[in-house]
Nanobody
């Protein structure tokens, strides 16, 4: 299985932007669809965005549509999440995940993904 490491989290003010990165190793990156999830304290891990193995198809959770953009660079084994117009309710630990390329990007349950990163904290101050 591929190993994933996230980076790019931090503290940002309301309305600010962040770009998260997730770099994969130990596998064939283009064999996986990739996704971002987030988990706020005391809450379940929730889907944010997904991208197909070759990057041609993306899918977003409704609250992130228009405020975020997921992309990938298969040559760099990296997936990105650009987040804009951040709100305090976006505060969470953000995780990237890898799942089989054979499944649709619209399959967004946590059990649809086989590898997870350790997470990166995003804090949005009001």
């Amino acid at each position: 299985q591929v190993q994933l490491v996230e980076s790019g989290g931090g503290l940002v003010q309301t309305g600010g932007s962040l770009r998260l990165s997730c770099t994969a190793s130990g596998g064939t990156f283009s064999a996986y669809k990739m996704a971002w999830f987030r988990q706020a304290p005391g809450k379940e891990r929730m889907f944010v965005a997904a991208i197909s193995a070759l990057g041609s198809v993306t899918y977003y959770e409704d609250s992130m549509k228009g405020r975020s953009s997921v992309s990938r660079d298969n040559a760099k084994n990296t997936v990105y999440l650009q987040m804009n117009s951040l709100k305090p309710e976006d505060t969470a630990v953000y995780y990237c995940a890898a799942g089989p390329r054979s499944t649709s990007v619209t399959r967004t349950r946590t059990t649809d993904f086989t590898s997870w990163g350790q997470g990166t904290q995003v804090t949005v101050s009001s």
